[in-house]
């Protein structure tokens, strides 16, 4: 078997983690161990899809772990350059496949933006509470299934027994479950079905007692505390420099949400929110920061329930869609983190070029700084804690 | 029972014997599996578990498992070490099979009533430690590799609260002997008081609660299932294994959770006696389903905290057996043999 390449001539640095290996080293020179190499995935329960990870190990201890991406590329940016404006929401719903609904919305806002017409306010209000919406169902599945990774069962089931809740509205809304496909550009395809602001309401209240079970089941139990803190540990500023985003990043204390410090889009700045972060940087802290953003997901739906105004929901736009020659560049907060398209525009009925920023291919751009000198379990417990999907890694 | 043995000779009644404790071992992972594993864990988890195969809440459900499992390719890895590899479930299945040999369902309804029968129990239980290491050896396969070492690790440092554990009960009873024991719980008094007998749980709660806690490692069961952690390791030492032999395994883990809810239903809540219920004849017939209905509270605590807890990273396992267990347990022993004296 040929050995697969590790960390392709990485800088040198003065880390503590080095330090404290090198002394190992020196105390183990006649218990000298064979490093040994193993493969975690690409088919491995921890992964959420096919993520590869390179681990060298010392025993249990990682000395080096490689993520090796790719098995899931599905050439989406390519695709792009030959599908019509309409046809490419399509296409993005499947890039982070939990949230399909907040990953229309920035393409959206680009082509529109290219086009100069902007969405009415009802249609802007639907789209904030369908983004929020797969936020939660988003973050619900996250912090049933983060117990699942440091081995508690049970709560895994409750995560998709709320998420289901809120699927089910986001399927009466837009007619699909996961690929909604909903957003036009100029609006929406259709308005809120009857009686629906009225099942929102009471399953946001569903929601918030399935974060209180969370709080107590999971967050609150000793042995997951256990595992948890102290594990994964991003400094800020580090995080932030390998262009981490979203909840991991506020978890590290880093006080940015795009929905707040980015460009106004959406209703967001008609919104009274917080935006959540916590000092430690540890997985427990990305736990926590996530169950507190859940329940603030829910908080800004029943805001946007109670504002929402009546109106249409479609702007003037001709009829066959053909966008200006220029450029835009979109990014939002999703679920995962920050997410941005950049649109180039030569005036056909589809785009030159489409770059997609997505958020997890940075998130998981940490992992080799990130498991070094931790425990195998430990390298689950910050997987699950990072939260990817792979087809937001390979688009 | 005994004029019944002497009429039909003595192999005859050591193949009834053995085909009956062999009939335990599935027939008690089938049990537990199926009340368990299938039912009380799909309740917990807002499920139904399956409903249809067998008519009544999907009783068969196991049962039909277990023929697929017998219909499967037998696949094995092509540098796997093919005898070791073969072996390693029957190792894991005897050591179950040992257990039962000295737990008592009644005044006649024991294998074997040997002296040192708690001793015997618990040396033998921690036989499967060895067909958990051959497993994992001989499957050429990393992951199993690393569950396997954590598991000798895991059941090597487990084995000493357990014996602490049960030392107290043993103090306290005089003997060592599993059916001694039953009989000092069920004719002991509390205070005079003997409608209940003296079931060692109230006196030996430090003990129960250790016992517990020590057996839920040595049966590899979450928040100690580090071994098998189906999230990282996959199942560890069990990976390659598929069709009978998984099954062999299946069928281990279940029925070794049998067999220790079994050891601490009889140390510790009486076994089979039934105060007040001095007649071998009808202790013969109540006796089993007195152990059975104990044996299912046992399990039932064990199986609780199975489905609910996260599962502890090995160096903190390691820690809560050394640094608190452990002292614990000779603590408690102080305690008893301070007790034992005074009263």
Not at chain 2, 62 to 79: N, T, Y
Request: with cysteine; net charge negative.
């Amino acid at each position: 078997m040929t050995e697969p390449t590790l960390l392709p001539g990485a800088t040198p640095r003065l880390d503590p983690r080095d330090m404290r290996h090198l002394a190992d080293a020196q105390v183990n020179v006649e218990l000298d161990t064979g490093d040994m190499i193993l493969n975690l995935g690409p088919q491995h329960p921890a992964t959420h899809g096919t993520l590869r990870l390179v681990v060298r190990l010392d025993g249990e201890r990682v000395i080096a772990a490689d993520p090796v991406i790719g098995y899931m590329h599905r050439g989406y940016e390519k695709l792009t350059e030959v599908r019509s404006y309409p046809q490419i929401t399509t296409l993005i719903n499947r890039i982070d496949w939990l949230s399909s609904f907040a990953n229309e919305v920035p393409f959206i806002h680009a082509a529109e933006q290219l086009m100069g017409i902007e969405a009415p306010p009802r249609a802007q209000y639907i789209r904030t509470i369908l983004t929020e919406l797969s936020r939660i169902a988003t973050f619900v599945l996250f912090l049933g299934e983060m117990g699942l990774q440091v081995g508690a069962l049970t709560p895994a089931f409750y995560g998709f027994r709320d998420r289901e809740h809120v699927l089910n509205l986001i399927e009466s809304a837009t007619g699909g479950r996961f690929h909604p496909n909903f957003n036009r550009i100029g609006g929406l395809k259709d308005d809120l079905p009857w009686g629906w602001v009225n099942e929102t309401r009471s399953t946001m209240k569903l929601v918030l007692d399935g974060c209180d079970v969370f709080d107590r089941l999971v967050a609150g139990n000793e042995i997951f505390e256990a595992r948890t803190r102290g594990v994964g540990i991003i400094p800020g500023a580090l995080g932030a420099s390998y262009g981490v985003s979203g909840s991991n990043l506020r978890a590290s204390g880093v006080d940015w949400d795009l929905r707040r410090d980015g460009k106004p889009y959406l209703v967001y700045p008609e919104l009274d929110f917080k935006v959540w972060t916590h000092p430690d940087g540890d997985s427990f802290a990305r736990y926590w920061v996530r169950l507190q953003e859940t329940r603030e997901s829910v908080r800004m739906v029943v805001q946007m329930l109670d504002q929402m105004p009546e109106g249409p929901i479609m702007a003037k736009v001709p009829r066959i869609i053909k966008v200006p020659a220029g450029e835009a560049w979109v990014e939002t907060e999703n679920p995962l983190g920050q997410m941005g398209y950049y649109v180039v525009s030569k005036g056909a009925i589809g785009p030159f070029r489409v770059k997609i920023r997505s958020a997890s291919f940075s998130n998981v751009s940490i992992l080799p700084w990130l498991l070094r000198g931790v425990y195998v379990p430990d390298v689950i417990t910050i997987l699950g804690s990072l939260y990817f999907i792979l087809g937001d890694i390979d688009r | 029972m005994i004029t019944l043995a002497a009429d039909i000779g003595w192999g005859t009644v050591l193949a009834i014997k053995t085909v009956i404790v062999l009939g335990m071992i599935p027939v008690g992972a089938i049990v537990l599996g199926y009340v368990f594993l299938l039912k009380m864990m799909a309740h917990m988890q807002s499920r139904l578990g399956p409903m249809d195969p067998g008519g009544f809440h999907g009783w068969f459900q196991l049962v039909g498992d277990g023929i697929k499992f017998l219909q499967k390719e037998d696949i094995m890895p092509e540098q796997a070490d093919r005898r070791v590899f073969a072996m390693a479930p029957a190792v894991v299945v005897i050591s179950t099979f040992l257990v039962f040999i000295v737990i008592p369902a009644g005044p006649d309804l024991i294998v074997r009533d040997l002296d040192v029968g708690v001793f015997y129990a618990l040396a033998v239980s921690s036989l499967s430690v060895i067909g958990v290491l051959m497993a994992g050896w001989a499957s050429a396969n990393k992951f199993a590799l690393l569950g396997a070492l954590r598991a000798a690790a895991q059941l090597i440092a487990y084995e000493l609260p357990l014996l602490l554990a049960v030392v107290g009960v043993v103090v306290q009873a005089g003997t060592m002997s599993l059916q001694g024991i039953v009989e000092v719980q069920r004719d002991s008094a509390i205070f005079g008081f003997d409608g209940l007998g003296n079931p060692f749980i109230l006196t030996q709660f430090i003990g129960f609660a250790l016992f517990l806690v020590a057996a839920q490692a040595e049966l590899t069961q979450t928040p100690f299932d580090m071994p098998v952690a189906e999230s990282e390791l996959v199942s560890g030492y069990m990976v390659e294994y598929t069709g009978f032999r998984f099954l062999f395994f299946f069928i281990g883990e279940f029925g070794t959770a049998f067999a220790f809810a079994g050891l601490a239903a009889t140390l510790f809540l009486g076994g089979w006696g039934i105060p007040g219920v001095d007649s071998a004849a009808l202790g013969n017939v109540l006796g089993p389903v007195a152990l059975f209905t104990k044996l299912m509270a046992v399990a039932f605590l064990m199986f609780w905290v199975r489905f609910t807890y996260p599962r502890l990273r090995e160096d903190q396992l390691q820690a809560v057996a050394w640094k608190y267990l452990i002292p614990i347990g000779l603590a408690n022993i102080l305690l008893t043999g301070f007790f034992k004296v005074a009263f």
